[in-house]
T-cell receptor, first 112, second 112 residues
């Protein structure tokens, strides 16, 4: 059972570099979201999507872009990485009509 | 003010103790209240959820919601070392297709 798969697991970027964090789910879930987790801050919502072609901002969207061209994939793009974006990033998905969200294993990103 | 407040701990108790974890919130529109458990370097997993006010019990775990006080609790009876993890409360307005807002998480350690 693959569930929610995030790649890469670890990444080091230099300030100003761009990259895309990948998220894929094989459960045919409509709702997908990206969170970042920082010490003492819990999980903060970056962007979310309620279906293919539909995205919206969460609590901390600045510096991040998303798109949802398919039900399965929800990539998160950092256009110009900053040290403040050093964090652990989690992708989650859930089905409409269900409360439970399923999380990936996380991507640990360090920006130097 | 954050929508969801949670004491970050850390909390350390001896094996067999009763543990009480709590969250407060400010958005009266929240109707779904969840507790997620997160082991070190893993993604969060849903432990249990409740709808509106009341209690819900699942084995050694009991979730309570007091909407009049905007206060939720998770009790763990007969705590075990395997319960050592970070516990995050989470809330949403609807069961699906809506944002889940998380607390900052409480790190719990059960001493053998």
């Amino acid at each position: 059972n693959a569930g929610v798969t995030q790649t890469p697991k670890f990444q080091v970027l230099k300030t100003g570099q761009s990259m895309t964090l990948q998220c894929a789910q094989d459960m045919n879930h409509e709702y997908m979201s990206w969170y970042r987790q920082d010490p003492g801050m819990g999980l903060r919502l970056i962007h979310y999507s309620v279906g293919a072609g539909i995205t919206d901002q969460g609590e901390v969207p600045n510096g991040y872009n998303v798109s949802r061209s398919t039900t399965e994939d929800f990539p998160l793009r950092l256009l110009s990485a900053a040290p403040s974006q050093t964090s652990v990033y989690f992708c989650a998905s859930r089905s409409t009509g269900e409360t439970e969200a399923f999380f990936g294993q996380g991507t640990r990103l360090t920006v130097v | 003010q954050k929508e969801v407040e949670q004491d970050p701990g850390p909390l350390s108790v001896p094996e067999g103790a009763i543990v009480s974890l709590n969250c407060t919130y400010s958005n009266s529109a929240f109707q779904y209240f969840m507790w997620y458990r997160q082991y070190s370097r893993k993604g969060p997993e849903l432990l249990m959820y409740t709808y509106s006010s009341g209690n819900k019990e699942d084995g050694r775990f009991t979730a309570q919601v007091d909407k009049s006080s905007k206060y939720i609790s998770l009790f763990i009876r007969d705590s075990q070392p395997s319960d050592s993890a970070t516990y995050l409360c989470a809330m949403s307005v609807y069961s699906s297709a809506s944002k889940i807002i998380f607390g900052s998480g409480t790190r719990l350690s059960i001493r053998p």
